[in-house]
Nanobody
Framework: QVQLVESGGGLVQAGGSLRLSCAASGRTFSMYPMGWFRQAPGKERDFVAAISWDGGNTNYRDSVKGRFTISRDNAKNTVYLQMNSLKPEDTAVYYC?????????????????WGQGTQVTVSS
């Protein structure tokens, strides 16, 4: 089992920044790729970013490329999502997830463990 707890969400004005953190416990965190997803009200859960087990490979949805950066610190069992130049359309509940597989998966059904989510609200 892997337990994931997100933090760092909040209310920010358009153009601002937030850094989300996801603390993991349980099975060996450093073995798994990690991802961030988001879900706006009335919409499906969308892929945001993913990072390989060693941090060597990353993957982003097109709309966040150049603005968001995913990273991880395996010594701290934590994955981060640095979000810059935030836009109102980034407003959503953000979830981190762990996948028991290789690579940098981008589909929600490829992930095995999920956190409870943290709300990000970007005002215009």
């Amino acid at each position: 089992q892997v337990q994931l707890v997100e933090s760092g969400g909040g209310l920010v004005q358009a153009g601002g920044s937030l850094r989300l953190s996801c603390a993991a416990s349980g099975r060996t965190f450093s073995m798994y790729p990690m991802g961030w997803f988001r879900q706006a009200p009335g919409k499906e859960r969308d892929f945001v970013a993913a990072i390989s087990w060693d941090g060597g490979n990353t993957n982003y949805r097109d709309s966040v490329k150049g603005r968001f950066t995913i990273s991880r610190d395996n010594a701290k069992n934590t994955v981060y999502l640095q979000m810059n130049s935030l836009k109102p359309e980034d407003t959503a509940v953000y979830y981190c997830a762990a996948a028991i597989r290789v690579g940098v998966p981008s589909r929600a059904d490829e992930y095995d463990y999920w956190g409870q989510g943290t709300q990000v609200t970007v005002s215009s």
